[in-house]
């Protein structure tokens, strides 16, 4: 068969609206989005439900979040009419699948995720130790299962929760007959965005740029970044392999790259420069994203638009799925 | 307010159908729901989802019975132009408030929970450790919450259950604003109704009278139980006190109970002649229901309808407190 009509595997990806967009996800995740809807087809979901597993007492910021990221993927190039862009909550289905698949899953496959253990100590001031935010490796296996995904995106470190979802698959399909589609991971490169201090970019830690921000924070936010201690001055060598804005020009500066790292090293580039340099490409890389988004964000209806197409176009699927796995179960 | 006038409270109470009802079941259930309808606002529901949190793998006997727990409660007289009832799958929205209040309950609630383990050594050969057990107490909160339920009869060993509803309706209300109501427990006496072997009635243990028996079968059943192990033939005196026919005598058998105890007591009267007693009043007893039942079992379509019947009735309820959920959690 040629690659040309080859059918497309389905793709499945859900995105946490749990706040303003920063650079780290936007090459974590958007990036990879962009490049995916061009080769597969894409099931993307605005994942609300999952918000509540960490953010069940912040949920007033729910309907702003939902929006911005609406707009925000759409303005990044994510195209409603190539994907199937939607709301989880749209889909009640989801809990309804939920529910049925929590009866067969046994508490041990839950409790043996890494990642479910690690969110406890991250949020260990907070109350957050619920039967919800247990069942997260279940609600994923139902966003990916319900739409019959093929492939999902993950990082090392979401492959234990993926290996998950094909057990449940697994013993669903032997108990009830096969119903469920096993997915298989799609290992994508997450690269480690530096924020402001030298972490990882995260909202958490107050070091972030976001995809919005305006001119004056991006170059704001620049200047506070941490560079290598041992170049104190205009002169003094740096390493880039240790500095954060060099990180960041591999990003944004394939123009200057080379010279950024020849003249850090030798010294005769001083980090005031350098992190200029870094600011401008920031602000010229996100230009066009931020005039589409300024444009976006003033078309009465159109977040609620481009929700509501989405969940007709995704319901079929669903429901097709729901009944298949109702009939399995002997239920009505 | 005179009685007349004063508005009735609402009593939700669920019946799994797990297989066939029995004698237990009977005085245990049926005979509690019978006597509430006349008092109060009844909602009586068939919980088959609650069935696939121990028999996740026995399914294909579901729509068996769930249509004969249908028809037994019709022909034992729950009236289902005076009651709400309906099957809980029929009631998607139980499976999203149950994803909702799952996000804000926290694990060591459910753990802490009697039955739960309970349940896991009774069934310790099978292997239903799973997310769906654990959550059950949540679902039953839901069940409760989502049809505004005040009243809720329990048995003693149900207590913490309830309890542990309201701790979940009152950090929903603290969360989110005061939607969800608060039941409380209708302490009703669950008699202990003895199977052939002297142990609590119960299907589990081959020890039953199912309510649908035949006469025969009746009879076959009642001569194999056991009597006081003192009293060995006519003439030796018995112990009705520590005997499990006597027990049921005092069910069945109000014309001759005093008879019976004093000529047990005195020998004059044989096991053989007592248990003929006994099993000729059971007979008695649910021979009106039996004839009900087999005229009900021939009406085509009686049990889809009255199923349709009772979900169209109970989803206006259903659909206002989501509404109100959703509203308070900011979710569309």
């Not at 260990?124 to 296996?141: K, V």
């Not at 996100?286 to 989405?310: M, Y």
Request: glycine letters at 6%; charged letters at 30%.
């Amino acid at each position: 068969m040629s690659a040309s009509t080859q059918r497309k595997q389905r793709v499945l990806t859900g995105y946490r609206p749990t706040g303003p967009m920063h650079i780290g996800h936007w090459f974590g995740n958007v990036e990879n989005m962009l490049r995916l809807q061009e080769e597969h087809e894409c099931f993307y979901f605005i994942a609300d439900w999952h918000m509540l597993t960490t953010h069940f007492d912040r949920t007033a910021e729910l309907p702003g979040f939902t929006r911005e990221l609406v707009l925000d993927l759409l303005a990044a190039g994510i195209d409603p009419d190539r994907v199937t862009l939607y709301r989880q909550s749209d889909i009640k289905e989801v809990a309804e699948m939920t529910l049925l698949l929590g009866m067969i899953t046994p508490l041990g496959w839950l409790e043996r995720v890494p990642t479910y253990k690690e969110r406890l100590r991250d949020a260990a001031e907070r109350d957050i130790a619920n039967y919800g935010l247990l069942g997260y490796p279940l609600l994923q296996t139902v966003d990916i299962t319900i739409v019959k995904g093929e492939l999902v995106p993950v990082g090392e470190d979401q492959v234990p929760h993926l290996e998950l979802s094909r057990e449940i698959v697994r013993r669903f399909n032997r108990l009830y007959g096969p119903v469920l589609v096993e997915p298989q991971p799609l290992l994508s490169e997450t690269p480690l965005i530096p924020g402001t201090d030298g972490r990882k970019m995260s909202k958490s830690l107050d070091n972030v740029i976001n995809v919005r921000d305006d001119e004056e924070t991006v170059r704001r936010a620049v200047r506070t970044f941490i560079t290598d201690p041992q170049k104190v001055r205009r002169g003094d060598p740096g390493r880039p392999e240790i500095c954060p804005v060099f990180t960041l020009h591999r990003r944004f500066s394939p123009d200057i790259l080379a010279w950024t790292e020849e003249n850090c090293r030798s010294g005769a580039l001083g980090c005031v420069e350098c992190k200029t340099n870094l600011a401008d490409r920031i602000v010229t890389y996100f230009r066009d994203f931020r005039e589409r988004r300024e444009e976006l964000e003033h078309r009465p209806g159109l977040v609620e638009e481009i929700l509501a197409a989405g969940a007709a176009k995704v319901r079929p699927v669903v429901e097709e799925t729901m009944k298949a796995v109702r009939d399995a179960m002997h239920l009505s």
